[in-house]
């Protein structure tokens, strides 16, 4: 859990407190699943086309490699966007 959000938890009792930490932990669980299962789905649909084999076929591994990592780069600059953009508006502004 964030900083901010431990800090919205402080005016709240220490059991309601623990309470909505393993809510949170059970939502950002249930988000990575979602995630990887969309990524998984996704590069599947995209890369594997036929079913004539047990294993992977060459061209279809690479596929699925380069589909993954692209996601999880994608996946990692937004995380940094956000992460940059909530510091922005958590910083007073000093220019006044």
């Given at each position: 859990?964030?900083?901010?959000?431990q800090q919205?938890?402080?005016?709240?009792?220490?059991?309601?407190q623990?309470r909505?930490?393993?809510v949170?932990?059970?939502l950002?669980?249930?988000?990575?699943m979602?995630m990887y299962?969309s990524?998984?789905?996704?590069c599947f649909?995209?890369c594997?086309?036929s079913?004539?084999r047990?294993?992977l076929?060459?061209?279809e591994e690479?596929?699925i490699?380069?589909?993954?990592e692209?996601?999880?780069?994608?996946?990692?600059r937004?995380?940094?966007?956000?992460?940059?953009l909530?510091?922005l508006?958590?910083?007073?502004?000093?220019?006044n």
């Open positions: 859990m964030d900083k901010n959000m919205g938890l402080d005016g709240l009792p220490e059991e309601d623990r909505m930490a393993a949170i932990e059970q950002q669980v249930r988000d990575s979602r299962n990524v998984v789905e996704r649909n995209d594997v086309d079913f004539t047990k294993s076929q060459k061209q690479t596929c490699m380069r589909c993954a692209k996601f999880l780069k994608h996946s990692m937004v995380g940094l966007r956000f992460a940059e909530n510091n508006a958590a910083t007073p502004d000093q220019s």
